[in-house]
């Protein structure tokens, strides 16, 4: 696990998307009491957030709706945070 700067998610999240491979991302607050799960795979993302909500959500890539969602799911459960963990699968 490792410490990045929260500009860096970005590029990570848009590299993420394109990439042809199943992935797995997950996000930690410097605390590690909340959590973003990024799945990809076959053209799928799947979101799920724990912390401020409990949800899970999938989303076609294909569409702008899911780096959207992803957005707004980061400001909501990393509203003040400077650096961010990040663990690849």
Excluded: W
Excluded at 37 to 42: L, N
């Amino acid at each position: 696990m490792r410490e990045i700067p929260i500009k860096q998610v970005n590029s990570l999240i848009k590299q993420l998307l394109k990439s042809k491979e199943p992935k797995c991302v997950v996000l930690l607050t410097k605390k590690k009491d909340r959590s973003l799960t990024i799945e990809v795979d076959s053209g799928q993302m799947k979101l799920t957030e724990q912390g401020y909500e409990n949800t899970v959500n999938t989303f076609a890539i294909a569409d702008n709706v899911a780096r959207h969602a992803f957005t707004a799911a980061f400001k909501r459960e990393f509203p003040r945070s400077h650096q961010v963990y990040v663990s690849e699968k």
